[in-house]
Structures are given as C-alpha cells and as structure tokens.
T-cell receptor
Framework: QQQVKQSPQSLIVQKGGISIINCAYE??????FPWYQQFPGKGPALLIA?????SEKKEGRFTISFNKSAKQFSLHIMDSQPGDSATYFC???????????FGKGTKLSVKP | KAGVTQTPRYLIKTRGQQVTLSCSPI?????VSWYQQTPGQGLQFLFE???????NKGNFPGRFSGRQFSNSRSEMNVSTLELGDSALYLC?????????????FGPGTRLTVL
C-alpha cells in the first residue's frame, strides 16, 4: 500500500524555469514532510522539510507548499539550473510510523 | 566529519547464497536505518537500530535481518538470496531516532543476484 504518491515520474525543465513536483498522502497522522535529493551514485540528501503548522517554507530557490486539507505538498524549484538535475523524493512520517515513507521519486532534468 | 560509509560498494551473488552488508554511521550518531532502493518500488524501509536495539521494522520477509554493535556500526544480512533482492541497499544514520530527524545516507551497496 503506497501511502505517499508522487508525480510526475520524470520532468524536463529549461534552465531558468520553475520545476514543480507534487506529493499526496493518505495518513492524516503524518506530521513531518521532508524532501530528499539524490544524484547518481550517491545516497539521498535532505533538501528541505516542513511540518503541517505552516503552509509554506522557503530555503533559497527551494520552496515547499503544504495543503493540509487536501493532504498534498509540493516542491517548487525556482530558476532551475542544470546542477539541479537529480532524482527528488518526498517523504512523510508520523502517527504509528516510526520511519519515513518515501514517494517513488521524480527524475528532474534541467536543460541548458 | 566523515560521512556514512558502506561496504562493499558492489556485490554479485547467486540465488540461494547469503550476503552481509556493513554500515558505519557518522561519528556520534546512534541510529542506523536500512533501506532497499529499486526502480520499481523506490525507497523501502527495512529496519532501524538505535543503541543496539531494533526499534522499527518494515514489511520485509524474515530473510532480511540486521544488527547493531556497541560502536553503532550496523550490519544487514540477507539469507537465501532471490533474484528480486537485486537492489541498491542504503544505510542512513541520525543522531536520534530517525523519524523526525535528518537522516544522512551512505552511497549504498549495489547487490546483484544472478
């Protein structure tokens, strides 16, 4: 049972454009939503995370938007750069889960 | 600080064999979690160890087991390997229990089962 659904599977964006990745969750007990970034040959690395008490969190060019009523959250990458080309995973945790539940990932390619 | 290290980086085994993977967490981190990453299923949680005790377990068969030593280093064992066990196995460490804390991932061990 997939508890965190992520879309799209892949995304191609032009340099300077906005990349948007969406995630939806089912368990209303989830209360921690991180995004991880993974480059080929490397393990995932924490990019940014949000708790449901805020609707938006921004760190540099990366912003998480959170909609608690819709049980959705998204990652926006502003001014996308070729160096942002990587696979992005959303995740969730909380309630009876002691571990992160990951989405299946989005492969982002930023074209120069 | 040195990052999370995993050994070996690549492994080729045949069906029915068993394998042991090793993970050294960041110094001072007491939690070690293991994940299986495949193209079809993405990142799936295997188990988490904290202070030598298994604190949480994912939905994997009993062929997958692990342990943690007093120095927080962890090993993961898979017995009676199946073709479907071919995957990237990732280890992640955190200072406290992993749930709400940043996890630092190692580069993974690529296991191929023939």
């Amino acid at each position: 049972q997939q508890q965190v659904k992520q879309s799209p599977q892949s995304l191609i964006v032009q340099k300077g454009g906005i990349s948007i990745i969406n995630c939806a969750y089912e368990n209303t007990a989830f209360d921690y939503f991180p995004w991880y970034q993974q480059f080929p040959g490397k393990g995932p690395a924490l990019l940014i995370a949000i708790r449901p008490d805020v609707s938006e969190k921004k760190e540099g060019r990366f912003t998480i938007s959170f909609n608690k009523s819709a049980k959705q959250f998204s990652l926006h990458i502003m001014d996308s750069q070729p160096g942002d080309s990587a696979t992005y995973f959303c995740a969730a945790n909380g309630g009876s889960q002691g571990n992160l539940i990951f989405g299946k990932g989005t492969k982002l390619s930023v074209k120069p | 600080k040195a990052g999370v290290t995993q050994t070996p980086r690549y492994l080729i085994k045949t069906r029915g064999q068993q394998v042991t993977l090793s993970c050294s967490p960041i110094s001072g981190h007491r939690s070690v979690s293991w994940y299986q990453q495949t193209p079809g299923q993405g990142l799936q949680f295997l188990f988490e160890y904290f202070s030598e005790t298994q604190r949480n377990k994912g939905n994997f068969p009993g062929r997958f087991s692990g342990r943690q030593f007093s120095n927080s280093r962890s090993e993961m064992n898979v017995s009676t390997l199946e073709l479907g066990d071919s995957a990237l196995y990732l280890c992640a460490s955190s200072f406290r229990l992993a749930g709400y804390n940043e996890q630092f991932f190692g580069p993974g061990t690529r296991l191929t089962v023939l």
